[in-house]
């Protein structure tokens, strides 16, 4: 059964560092879509927080009309590149709490309309100090 993972910062094409640029060279393009979600410019990348995940009501109510946007990835041999991308992303299955991000899966909407479950990195530190990306969709400061 295929997995399929929602990118929108560094693991996108074009964005990837030497790093980890062999192992999203290895994605399979599906299109793209958005989550419901606010976006942080971290500065050399971004971190998402899923509306669910936001702690403060207020702030959910705030935030419940943003999205984020990204794109959707076919994982070949998902096992594989998916450890090579938890790596990357500082995410430790055993040990959340010391996570840098979060692997969760979530529903994603498709431009074309269609739903996919998604896996999706999902910031999981402080964002109070973070500028919020207005737009939904980072690029990569110069």
């Known amino acids: 059964m295929a997995e399929y993972l929602f990118t929108y910062g560094t693991l996108q094409s074009g964005h990837a560092p030497a790093a980890i640029a062999s192992a999203a060279a290895r994605l399979r393009h599906i299109g793209e879509g958005h989550i419901r979600g606010t976006l942080y410019n971290l500065g050399r990348y971004p971190g998402a927080i899923l509306n669910a995940n936001l702690a403060d009501m207020n702030a959910r109510n705030a935030n419940a009309t943003r999205k984020v ?19 990357y992303e500082e995410y430790f299955p055993n040990a959340p709490a010391l996570s840098q991000y979060l692997r969760v899966l979530h529903p994603v909407e498709l431009a074309v309309g269609q739903v996919l479950e998604c896996w999706i990195y999902v910031y999981n530190r402080d964002v109070r100090s973070a500028r919020v990306v207005e737009s939904g969709r980072w690029l990569p400061e110069k």
Do not use: K, M, S, W
């Open 69 to 87: 946007y990204g794109t959707v990835y076919e994982l070949p041999d998902h096992h594989a590149l998916l450890r090579r991308l938890d790596d």
